[in-house]
């Protein structure tokens, strides 16, 4: 079994430890790490081998990080300038468009990055300089390091059997001491270290190379195919591919504006997207639905306000969609003709993300209004709210499972967005994806048997297919 032992030693000599059993759970103590030493709370840290932009959180990084015994270890926050590897492109590629005055790229950049991630900072001020944005607007930044809070040493004696999980011993007391921006970070692996293989653990298939940014998948319902949103070129539209991989192609080569969040009907016959008429520098969103091949495109829901995230009911004869006509985000249906509009949600928090149950009597969703953004369920008509998860993360994008018995969900539990797995109910929480990288966008195949998403882990932003038993 291996022991790591964790030790921070500041420059007053304080020394803290806190003992873990794998490598998995490393990231669960540098957030105790980081109170205990006084550094800003409102940062998310982790550990970046010197010299690369990899992240060094799980088993994992020892193989895929080139990290050796003896390698350093930066300590520094990610809420930094350059963000993670997903946003910093998005941050990016909005900034190059803003300097060219492309306008209309710049702004689906910021309102992709800002949606996603409200609380990044916005050194550029592109919030206030991009005509026509009118998304999240980040409050006060953080007053960030812009070197490495600390520097780590991690030695790994040589794997000699696979290690059994167990619970991590509970951290003993220590006293705390200043100047925590020289603090010293060494990660010593006790026998049985080197790397550790977690039981049962799938690999995840990756489907795309080219690592454009990607988002809102969904499986055709004879599995053969996956639509999703793509940036290309600085054009945001849906795109089309093979399940096992292969071509993409745009579904609708002849808009010109921004058309992303595609859902397939039942029968796989046809299409429901978000559009975005844009009119000067301001976007008009609506709700069209197509063909599957793309012809026959039509208006189904105009715009009134910002329309999102439509998705067809199991028996296509309603589609489901968020939309803030009341001044809010709300949940709403409409028959399949556009007609008998109807209001499912009324709560002053944000409801987003809404997904129907496989038999068409409930719908997930994301809301604040328990406080952080937490996954709750509903009856179709909008009675009966019960919240599923709890605790002081963000929880969102949830996905039932065809048998409805569970609910797969993107969250930041584990300090950065994995894919997670729960019971219908609630219980049964439990890690699926485990790495370092940002995954999101879960969308199940219609057999059950495997997860598709988007993942940050090989530098990009592309899909992955894993299978779940």
Same mark, same amino acid.
């Given at each position: 079994?291996?022991?790591?032992?964790?030790?921070?030693?500041?420059?007053? *000599?304080?020394?803290?430890?806190?003992?873990?059993?794998?490598?998995?759970?490393?990231?669960?103590?540098?957030?105790?790490?980081?109170?205990?030493?006084?550094?800003?709370?409102?940062?998310?840290?982790?550990?970046?081998?010197?010299?690369?932009?990899?992240? $060094?959180?799980?088993?994992?990084? $020892?193989?895929?990080?080139?990290?050796?015994?003896?390698?350093?270890?930066?300590?520094?926050?990610?809420?930094?300038?350059?963000?993670?590897?997903? !946003?910093?492109?998005?941050?990016?590629?909005?900034?190059?468009?803003?300097?060219?005055?492309?306008?209309?790229?710049?702004?689906?950049?910021?309102?992709?990055?800002?949606?996603?991630?409200?609380?990044?900072?916005?050194?550029?001020?592109?919030?206030?300089?991009?005509?026509?944005?009118?998304?999240?607007?980040?409050?006060?930044?953080?007053?960030?390091?812009?070197?490495?809070?600390?520097?780590?040493?991690?030695?790994?004696?040589?794997?000699?059997?696979?290690?059994?999980?167990? +619970?991590?011993?509970?951290?003993?007391?220590?006293?705390?001491?200043?100047?925590?921006?020289?603090?010293?970070?060494?990660?010593?692996?006790?026998? $049985?270290?080197?790397?550790?293989?977690?039981?049962?653990?799938?690999?995840?298939?990756?489907?795309? !190379?080219?690592?454009?940014?990607?988002?809102?998948?969904?499986?055709?319902?004879?599995?053969?195919?996956?639509?999703?949103?793509?940036?290309?070129?600085?054009?945001?539209?849906?795109?089309?591919?093979?399940?096992?991989?292969?071509?993409?192609? #745009?579904?609708?080569?002849?808009?010109?504006?921004?058309?992303?969040?595609?859902?397939?009907?039942?029968?796989?016959?046809?299409?429901?997207?978000?559009?975005?008429? $844009?009119?000067?520098?301001?976007?008009?969103? #609506?709700?069209?639905?197509?063909?599957?091949?793309?012809?026959?495109?039509?208006?189904?829901?105009?715009?009134?306000?910002?329309?999102?995230?439509?998705?067809?009911?199991?028996?296509?004869?309603?589609?489901?969609?968020?939309?803030?006509?009341?001044?809010?985000?709300?949940?709403? !249906?409409?028959?399949?003709?556009?007609? =008998?509009?109807?209001?499912?949600?009324?709560?002053?928090?944000?409801?987003?993300?809404?997904?129907?149950?496989?038999?068409?009597?409930?719908?997930?969703?994301?809301?604040?209004?328990?406080?952080?953004?937490?996954?709750?369920?509903?009856?179709?008509?909008?009675?009966?709210?019960?919240?599923?998860?709890?605790?002081?993360?963000?929880?969102?994008?949830?996905?039932?499972?065809?048998? *409805?018995?569970?609910?797969?969900?993107?969250?930041?539990?584990?300090? =950065?967005?994995?894919?997670?797995?729960?019971? +219908?109910?609630?219980?049964?929480?439990?890690?699926?994806?485990?790495?370092?990288?940002?995954?999101?966008?879960? +969308?199940?195949?219609?057999?059950?048997?495997?997860?598709?998403?988007?993942?940050?882990?090989?530098?990009?932003?592309?899909?992955?297919?894993?299978?779940?038993?």
């Amino acid at each position: 079994m291996a022991e790591i032992a964790i030790t921070v030693i500041d420059p007053a *000599g304080n020394r803290f430890e806190q003992r873990v059993d794998n490598y998995a759970i490393v990231r669960n103590v540098i957030p105790t790490f980081v109170k205990q030493l006084g550094l800003p709370t409102q940062l998310t840290y982790q550990l970046i081998p010197v010299g690369t932009r990899s992240k $060094l959180l799980t088993e994992k990084s $020892l193989v895929a990080g080139g990290v050796r015994p003896g390698s350093e270890l930066n300590l520094i926050p990610i809420h930094d300038v350059v963000f993670n590897t997903l !946003t910093k492109k998005l941050y990016d590629d909005s900034l190059a468009f803003a300097q060219q005055k492309q306008w209309e790229p710049a702004r689906a950049c910021l309102e992709l990055l800002f949606r996603a991630h409200p609380a990044q900072p916005d050194p550029a001020g592109l919030c206030q300089s991009v005509p026509g944005y009118s998304g999240t607007v980040p409050s006060t930044p953080v007053n960030v390091p812009t070197r490495p809070v600390g520097m780590a040493k991690l030695t790994v004696p040589p794997v000699e059997s696979e290690p059994e999980p167990r +619970a991590p011993v509970p951290q003993p007391k220590a006293k705390t001491g200043g100047g925590c921006f020289g603090l010293i970070l060494v990660m010593l692996c006790l026998p $049985l270290g080197g790397r550790v293989v977690l039981s049962g653990e799938a690999v995840p298939t990756r489907i795309t !190379t080219e690592g454009s940014f990607k988002q809102n998948i969904q499986w055709s319902p004879d599995g053969k195919t996956l639509l999703f949103t793509r940036i290309h070129q600085g054009k945001m539209s849906l795109w089309q591919m093979p399940a096992d991989g292969g071509e993409m192609k #745009r579904l609708l080569p002849e808009h010109k504006e921004p058309h992303f969040d595609g859902g397939y009907s039942k029968d796989g016959k046809r299409i429901v997207y978000v559009y975005d008429n $844009l009119q000067g520098t301001d976007g008009k969103l #609506r709700i069209n639905v197509c063909a599957a091949d793309g012809s026959d495109d039509k208006t189904l829901i105009p715009h009134k306000a910002f329309e999102e995230s439509p998705r067809w009911s199991p028996d296509g004869k309603l589609v489901l969609w968020v939309s803030t006509r009341d001044k809010n985000p709300d949940l709403y !249906t409409v028959d399949a003709d556009g007609k =008998n509009e109807k209001r499912l949600t009324s709560d002053l928090a944000y409801d987003l993300h809404p997904a129907w149950s496989p038999n068409g009597k409930q719908i997930a969703f994301a809301s604040g209004r328990s406080g952080r953004q937490k996954l709750h369920v509903m009856n179709a008509d909008g009675s009966g709210v019960k919240k599923l998860t709890d605790g002081e993360f963000l929880d969102a994008w949830p996905a039932w499972r065809p048998d *409805g018995k569970q609910i797969a969900f993107a969250s930041n539990r584990s300090g =950065n967005s994995d894919i997670w797995l729960m019971n +219908a109910d609630g219980s049964g929480l439990a890690n699926l994806t485990n790495n370092e990288a940002q995954d999101t966008s879960p +969308a199940w195949s219609p057999d059950g048997k495997k997860l598709a998403f988007v993942s940050t882990r090989d530098g990009g932003s592309d899909l992955y297919v894993i299978e779940v038993k």
